[in-house]
């Protein structure tokens, strides 16, 4: 690539950062390859209070239309925390290249692919974001909310 691509802004609310920044530190205790990047784009982005979020970020939770490099066609996933998986065909985890390359972006943004092994111009452009998904899904061993303490089943 011989024009130098300027990394879009990237917004994110306050529990995604935070709970990211955790997941960033476990995974640099591990030596994990995207544990660098994912801080390095932690840094980088803009943190506000989930309701002042304009509505077409990608956050955890949302789901993402989204191309990669000259493909054909785009793919439509939710982008997740890996410890939140439930359904592995509609989901596409924070800890990928493409899901750590389209935290934060809006809709129209594109962001060379973070992290990848494969050709250093690939870039992944966010075609649509929506809907985002609030508290629909629990995943199995975690605590309901009621607070009750015992956990699902």
Not at 27 to 53: K, S, W
Not at 67 to 75: L, V, Y
Not at 108 to 123: A, E, Y
């Amino acid at each position: 690539m011989n024009d130098v691509l300027k990394l879009p802004p990237i917004l994110m609310p306050a529990r995604d950062h935070s709970r990211l920044m955790q997941t960033a530190r476990e995974l640099a205790e591990q030596c994990h390859p995207l544990a660098a990047p994912l801080l390095q784009e932690l840094h980088r982005a803009t943190v506000c209070p989930a309701d002042e979020l304009p509505d077409d970020v990608v956050t955890l939770n949302t789901f993402v239309t989204y191309r990669i490099g000259g493909e054909d066609t785009s793919d439509k996933r939710m982008l997740i925390h890996p410890d939140d998986g439930m359904w592995p065909p509609a989901e596409l985890s924070v800890l990928t290249p493409a899901g750590l390359s389209l935290l934060g972006l809006r809709a129209g943004h594109r962001m060379p692919l973070i992290g990848s092994t494969g050709t250093p111009d690939v870039c992944v452009e966010v075609e649509a974001v929506g809907p985002r998904v609030t508290g629909a899904f629990v995943p199995l061993g975690t605590a309901p909310p009621d607070g009750t303490g015992d956990r699902w089943t």
